[in-house]
C-alpha cells in the first residue's frame, strides 16, 4: 500500500457522547468572552447522526480544555437538513462567538453566515468538508479525493483491475461526499480504465435509503463485481443489500469511516476494507485552528488530519485502532 504522511494522534479509544443536538456553552448567551476571561468558539457540524461525529466532538472538547476556551458543539438531527443547520448558524452568530467553526452540508446554503460573520471580524474555520468560498482562514480535514483513491486502488485490485462497480454517494452538494466520489472516479479512470463505474446514487448517508438503492443497482447489474459506499451509512447500505439479496461473497465492498457496524463487517468478510479518517484530529485541530485565528496568527490554509486503509489484516494494528470511532 502506497503511504501517505498521516496525522495521527494517539488518541484513547472514543467514549460515548451526549447525542443531544447542541450544547451550551459556559460562556452564556452573550457571547462574549466567559466570566473567566475564556475566547468562545462556536462549532457547527454536519450533524449527530453517526458516531464519527461524536468522536469530533470529543477532540474539540479535548483541544478546549488544553488552549482554556469555551466552546459549543452543535449539528442537524440529519445530515440533510441543510435549514437546520443554517438557523444553528444564525443562532451561533447570534451570541457573538470569537470564532466560528463550519462543517458546512451545502456550501451554497451557508454563504450568508459566511459573510455576516466576514463582516463582524469573526474568524471563520471550516472543518470535515471545505467551504466553496475564501472566507475561512482554514480547513481542517481528511484530504477526501486522496482518501477515495486510495479507496477505489484497493477495490479495483480486489476484482482483478476490470468488471463493473457502482457507487452509493452520501451527498451531492458537501464536499466530502463530491470529493469522495470524484477521487474514487478519477483514480479508476486514470489507472483501471477496465473497470466500468455503471451507476452512482446518492442515499444522504441514510442506512435504509442507501440499502434500497444498492439492492437496485445490484438487481439491474447481476455481473457487478463491486460496490463502494461514501460514508458510514453509505456502505453499511451496500452491506445491508449483499446480505438481504444473499450474494455474501460474491461482491466486492468498500466503505468510507467506521463505526462499530462496518468494523464487524470486515471481521465477519462482508466488507473488504475502508478508509478510516481521524475525527478527533478533526475536532482538535480545528479548535486548535480558531484559537489562533483568534490571536490573529497566520495558519496553513489546508489542514490534512489524514486517513488509512484498513482491513481484516490490519484493523487490530494499534495505529489503525487508534483511529477507528464506534
Not at 448567551?29 to 468562545?40: D, I, L, Q, R, V
Not at 448558524?89 to 457573538?96: H, T
Not at 467553526?101 to 468538508?129: C, H, M, R, T, Y
Request: contains cysteine; aromatic residues 6%; charged residues 20%.
Amino acid at each position: 500500500m502506497e503511504r501517505r504522511k498521516f496525522i495521527a494522534l494517539g488518541v484513547a479509544a472514543v467514549a460515548a457522547v451526549s447525542l443531544a443536538a447542541c450544547d451550551t456553552p459556559s460562556a452564556g448567551s452573550s457571547g462574549a468572552a466567559s466570566p473567566g476571561g475564556k475566547s468562545f468558539i462556536a462549532i457547527v457540524s454536519k450533524g449527530f447522526q453517526h458516531q464519527f461525529w461524536q468522536s469530533v466532538k470529543q477532540g474539540a472538547e479535548k483541544a478546549a480544555k488544553e488552549f482554556n476556551v469555551d466552546i459549543s458543539f452543535e449539528g442537524p438531527d440529519k445530515e440533510t437538513n441543510v435549514q437546520q443547520q443554517v438557523d444553528q448558524l444564525n443562532q451561533a452568530m447570534a451570541k457573538s462567538p470569537q470564532a466560528l467553526a463550519i462543517a458546512a452540508l451545502d456550501s451554497k446554503a451557508v454563504e450568508g453566515v459566511l459573510q455576516d460573520a466576514k463582516s463582524k471580524n469573526i474568524p471563520v474555520i471550516a472543518f470535515d468538508s471545505g467551504v466553496d468560498s475564501d472566507i475561512p482562514l482554514a480547513t481542517a480535514s481528511t484530504d477526501n479525493k486522496a482518501a477515495a483513491a486510495e479507496a477505489a486502488k484497493h477495490l479495483a485490485q480486489l476484482i482483478g483491475n476490470e468488471g463493473k462497480v457502482a457507487i452509493i454517494g452520501h451527498s451531492q452538494t458537501a464536499t466530502s461526499g463530491t470529493d469522495r466520489r470524484d477521487g474514487f472516479v478519477d483514480w479508476l479512470k486514470t489507472n483501471a480504465p477496465k473497470v466500468t463505474i455503471v451507476d452512482i446514487q446518492y442515499g444522504d448517508g441514510d442506512q435504509l435509503k442507501s440499502t434500497d438503492l444498492a439492492k437496485t443497482i445490484l438487481t439491474a447489474n447481476p455481473d457487478l463485481k463491486g460496490m463502494y459506499g461514501t460514508n458510514e451509512g453509505s456502505a453499511i447500505g451496500v452491506v445491508n443489500a449483499v446480505q438481504e439479496l444473499g450474494i455474501s461473497g460474491k461482491l466486492k465492498v468498500v466503505g468510507f469511516d467506521s463505526g462499530k457496524a462496518q468494523i464487524d463487517a470486515i471481521k465477519s468478510g462482508l466488507m473488504a476494507g475502508a478508509i478510516t479518517q481521524n475525527p478527533v484530529g478533526i475536532g482538535y485541530e480545528t479548535v486548535k485552528a480558531a484559537v489562533a485565528a483568534i490571536k490573529g496568527e497566520k495558519l496553513e490554509k489546508v489542514i490534512d488530519t489524514g486517513f488509512y486503509w484498513y482491513d481484516k489484516s490490519n484493523i487490530d494494528d494499534p495505529k489503525i485502532a487508534a483511529n477507528l470511532y464506534q
